[in-house]
């Protein structure tokens, strides 16, 4: 089983490797995840956890548990083994699809050595934009795409026997046998639950709810939501709702309610305020190359499916040729207008969408047969942009500074400060620097002018970007504080620089 999964994804972990080794830790997001982890270990606190003493509430814990597992282990955090954490779900995204697919028709599309056009669509889909970038992440969007995939496939599996390729639509309704993938199901939708709130089960509801209206099997919807699928989701909320209560007791429960355990669907109204038609412009973008050739194959299929059923009901009129590619069509459609609907927009957000519209597309090409020559060069384009991120991942430890990462700035500070003997960090305008506690293992104070004046920095180190810094030396010169207690500069990291103040004599 190893080999296979080598042979089939080497190309693409060979692509990333030096990404992963040389990639310093982003301050807004990666740092801060890291952040809420470590302070759980230190505090040992498993469920309610905090960040900076504060109960933090923005993600139920299961991400957070991965990162801890991680610590304890390997004893460090390093960007290859938390990268792992997105990197291997998005592996086994393609791996699923390809799956689920190897027993199914996908229009006739073949490559030259005989293999159908699953082959190409699993090219396309790690290559397509977000995808791609997400697999290296640190961030847990790709594993909860992974549960939102395995979710629905379990579906599938629910509703429909797989017959062979070329066997008719491919499947054949499933009376019987389900009970093992109604609880497999259940499941699915609680890992995603614990990994980003309300996203995956509502993608989920949604998607297998618009197919079996489309499809005309509502009958079907209590069979694939029973008691069993809300025994398994209800029950595991549950239990982890009666552990935080335990463990953070009422306060913390109660501002857990208020702060919202579902918190990203409405934190970003403020902050990412965007018109309601937003990601039907940015599933364009965020999926290039392949997102948009995608997206026009798959209109063009439901609109001529439409123009040739003007005797079914409306929303029949948009069939695909089979059931899966209907499926498909349908959980892009659904998960849109979701979206569509919700006030705070995020890019990220669109993760779910990209393997179901790369693979439906792809299956558009096959029924408007497109040409050898075509998939040849889609596959080279492939192999291109997999080179271009290897060498660009080699270049990477340059502009990590440059970047906003704080990585080599803080190693270096914690070297000059054993050499030099000086207790303590001060940071100076930086963003996010609460988070850097993971490299300086000691939180950093923020400084003011008036600690300047009041000469609080002494034996202390400062870190600070360059021209900031400079922007304060001349307002503490006109404030006639003394350049002896204005700091030297003692190193430099990019656009950063390390400042030493020294020991006041008393």
């Known amino acids: 089983m190893i080999k296979k999964f080598w042979n089939q994804f080497y190309p693409f972990i060979l692509a990333l490797i030096p990404v992963l080794l040389l990639r310093d830790f982003t301050p807004n997001n990666e740092l801060k995840y890291i952040a809420v982890a470590l302070e759980a270990l230190k505090e040992h606190h498993w469920v309610a956890l905090t960040l900076q003493g504060e109960p933090y509430t923005e993600f139920p814990p299961l991400y957070f548990w991965l990162l801890m597992a991680s610590k304890v282990i390997f004893r460090h955090w390093y960007m290859i083994q938390l990268g792992l954490f997105s990197l291997i779900p998005a592996l086994m995204i393609v791996r699923i699809m390809h799956r689920w697919v190897w027993r199914y028709e996908m229009g006739g599309l073949r490559l030259a050595d005989g293999s159908q056009s699953r082959d190409l669509a699993q090219w396309m889909l790690f290559t397509s934009g977000m995808m791609f970038f997400m697999s290296f992440y640190v961030r847990m969007d790709m594993l909860n795409t992974l549960w939102v995939v395995l979710a629905l496939y379990n579906f599938w599996k629910i509703l429909y026997e797989p017959l062979g390729a070329n066997e008719e639509s491919g499947v054949k309704p499933r009376e019987r046998g389900t009970v093992r993938y109604q609880f497999r199901f259940g499941a699915m939708l609680l890992l995603a639950f614990m990994t980003k709130g309300l996203w995956g089960p509502a993608i989920v509801f949604l998607s297998t709810t618009l197919y079996l209206l489309v499809s005309g099997r509502s009958g079907s919807w209590i069979r694939v939501w029973g008691w069993r699928t809300w025994l398994i989701l209800c029950g595991g909320v549950g239990l982890w709702l009666g552990?935080?209560?335990l463990e953070g007791g009422w306060s913390y429960f109660e501002h857990f309610s208020d702060a919202r355990v579902y918190q990203p669907l409405l934190y970003s109204v403020v902050h990412h305020r965007r018109p309601w038609f937003y990601y039907w412009g940015s599933v364009w973008w965020d999926s290039l190359p392949w997102g948009p050739v995608c997206l026009v194959m798959l209109v063009c299929s439901m609109l001529n499916r439409w123009r040739k059923n003007p005797d079914k009901p409306f929303l029949r009129r948009f069939a695909l040729a089979t059931p899966l590619q209907n499926f498909f069509a349908m959980t892009v459609i659904s998960t849109l207008v979701m979206l569509s609907c919700i006030p705070?927009?995020?890019?990220?957000?669109?993760?779910?969408?990209?393997?179901?519209?790369?693979?439906?597309?792809?299956?558009?090409?096959?029924?408007?047969?497109?040409?050898?020559?075509?998939?040849?060069?889609?596959?080279?384009?492939?192999?291109?942009?997999?080179?271009?991120?290897?060498l660009t991942g080699c270049l990477v430890t340059r502009y990590n500074a440059e970047l906003g990462c704080y990585g080599h700035l803080c190693w270096r500070a914690n070297r000059i400060g054993r050499e030099l003997g000086t207790k303590g960090f001060y940071t100076y305008k930086l963003q996010s620097m609460s988070n850097m506690d993971v490299y300086l293992h000691e939180d950093p104070k923020a400084a003011d002018v008036d600690d300047f004046v009041q000469h609080r920095l002494s034996n202390t180190l400062l870190l600070a970007n360059a021209e900031q810094y400079e922007d304060l030396k001349v307002r503490l010169t006109h404030l006639q504080v003394p350049k002896a207690d204005q700091g030297v500069i003692v190193g430099r990291k990019g656009p950063y620089v390390i400042v030493k103040f020294e020991k006041q004599e008393e």
């Open 243 to 245: 552990a935080l209560w």
């Open 344 to 390: 705070g927009k995020m890019d990220v957000r669109l993760l779910p969408v990209f393997p179901f519209l790369v693979y439906v597309g792809v299956m558009q090409m096959g029924q408007w047969q497109w040409p050898l020559k075509w998939q040849w060069r889609i596959l080279w384009v492939c192999r291109f942009i997999l080179i271009g991120i290897f």
